[in-house]
């Protein structure tokens, strides 16, 4: 497969660097049969079983394994994909084709269909890269990553110092719950590639999800001075340093974010600092900063209700606008997010 990466995000956050092919925005999805005698579309050649005993593609499929490669290389997705397909149906056993298919498919965000193209070039060549590498690949992205670590794994015993296999299994793993072990497979990927930015991102992700929140800290700081100041670095940053109780640097970090792209996530993060450091009224007008971006973004919600708890107990009790105001967002709060124990704990104590 191509080394050409594309980057991404995930839902978690996380910024992802995966093939090109994968993210290709231009193009279409194409499900391309082959007319048979009769004129119908015959099955696609990658669904059935393959040999396992390649036979060398002749003159005539190594002419149209170029020429698909071309088209695919100029983007003519459909004339390469119809062409890797010609091959296979004359020879199913030709690896190159169903590499060729493989990718296609993952352009056309369709690893459904990649998926078997992959799984049968590693069948006819398990030792070949770009197909053990290229079937981990479409398992992630089907959501089977105990099965794509299994594909990384095998790649990297065919190229162990491989930076893509290095990092996309540790983002299966990381995905799979399995934080520690993943650990050492980011720390690989920064050690092959120490001036990729999104290596260093990764790995700060997993360490803080480990706990290593100073190592954490260290991975974002060279993400930034190697991809300038990006926002979601920026706010990982910021959580990282709240979590290591540097309220003072979390602050100026986030004000600094909020410059670039204001979110309810950064005013929540300078209320919460704020709090705890007891700068009462900054806190409160943090929250309402967030909730004015996002009226429904529930842990600001709360934190107007500890805010305005906060001022009725300081008021020994006695300014009832700021009881209802914390009861009120509380309640709100919880109609959002029913989950939250803590809060139902606090309505229940202070009789909110």
Not at 192 to 212: F, K, W
Not at 238 to 257: D, H, K, P
Not at 331 to 339: C, F, G, I, K, V
Request: glycine share 6%; net charge negative.
């Amino acid at each position: 497969m191509t080394a050409t990466t594309t980057r991404h995000r995930s839902a978690s956050g996380f910024r992802l660097r995966t093939p090109a092919a994968v993210t290709a925005t231009a193009a279409v999805l194409v499900t391309l049969g082959l007319a048979g005698c009769n004129g119908l579309p015959q099955p696609d050649p990658v669904t059935g079983p393959a040999p396992l005993t390649p036979v060398a593609p002749d003159q005539t499929a190594n002419d149209r394994l170029q020429a698909a490669s071309v088209a695919e290389a100029a983007g003519d997705y459909e004339a390469a994909l119809a062409g890797f397909q010609q091959i296979l149906a004359r020879n199913p056993t030709v690896t190159e084709a169903y590499l060729g298919v493989g990718r296609i498919r993952l352009v056309q965000n369709d690893p459904a269909m990649a998926e078997p193209a992959f799984r049968r070039a590693a069948r006819l060549e398990p030792r070949n890269f770009d197909a053990q590498y290229g079937h981990g690949t479409a398992l992630r992205l089907l959501g089977r990553l105990t099965d794509a670590v299994l594909a990384f794994q095998r790649a990297l015993t065919i190229r162990p110092t491989d930076f893509e296999a290095t990092r996309d299994i540790a983002l299966s793993l990381v995905e799979l719950g399995r934080t520690e072990t993943a650990l050492s497979f980011a720390r690989r990927a920064v050690e092959l590639r120490p001036d990729d930015g999104d290596a260093r991102v990764n790995l700060g992700t997993i360490e803080s999800r480990a706990g290593n929140t100073a190592a954490a800290i260290e991975q974002f700081i060279a993400a930034i001075e190697l991809m300038g100041n990006d926002p979601r670095v920026l706010e990982n940053l910021v959580y990282a340093l709240a979590a290591e109780r540097r309220y003072e640097e979390a602050i100026n970090t986030a004000e600094q974010l909020i410059r670039i792209s204001p979110n309810p996530n950064v005013w929540e993060r300078i209320g919460w600092c704020n709090f705890k450091i007891r700068r009462y009224e900054l806190a409160r007008e943090a929250y309402e900063a967030a909730l004015a971006i996002d009226p429904e973004h529930w842990p600001s919600l709360n934190g107007l209700g500890v805010s305005a708890l906060n001022g009725w107990l300081l008021s020994e009790r006695t300014d009832d606008a700021e009881r209802k105001i914390a009861g009120d967002a509380f309640r709100q709060s919880l109609r959002l997010n029913p989950d939250q124990q803590p809060v139902i704990n606090l309505l229940i104590e202070y009789k909110l």
